[in-house]
Nanobody
């Protein structure tokens, strides 16, 4: 059974930090790219950060979080992370982990976690 379980969310003051974890099971995480997404109240879901499957893990960030958030992965632990520093009230959202495997000639395989709430108090 495939599972993605996010944790690490909570309530934090402006300027604080949180580290989100996404523990996966039921598939080989090393074969998947990983992305963190968020959905703020009244807004559409948006991509926050992603990391490739390649050795070294190429990373990309949304402009709104670049320099404050860091995505990483530990394939041996089947876990993805999102370190969030200098948090702002506008970072308040439900954060989701997504794992995607692209295979040429076949539909992509896509897994989502259930989300974890992050609330940043002003």
């Amino acid at each position: 059974e495939v599972q993605l379980v996010e944790s690490g969310g909570g309530l934090v003051q402006t300027g604080g930090s949180l580290r989100l974890s996404c523990v996966t099971s039921g598939f080989i995480l090393a074969d998947y790219g990983i992305g963190w997404f968020r959905r703020a109240p009244g807004k559409e879901r948006e991509g926050v950060a992603c990391i490739s499957i390649s050795r070294g893990g190429v990373t990309l960030y949304a402009d709104s979080v670049r320099g404050r958030f860091t995505i990483s992965r530990d394939n041996a632990k089947n876990t993805a992370y999102l370190q969030m520093n200098s948090l702002k009230p506008e970072d308040t959202a439900v954060y989701f982990c997504r794992c995607t495997k692209i295979q040429l000639g076949r539909p992509p395989t896509d897994y989502w976690g259930q989300g974890t709430q992050v609330t940043v108090a002003s």
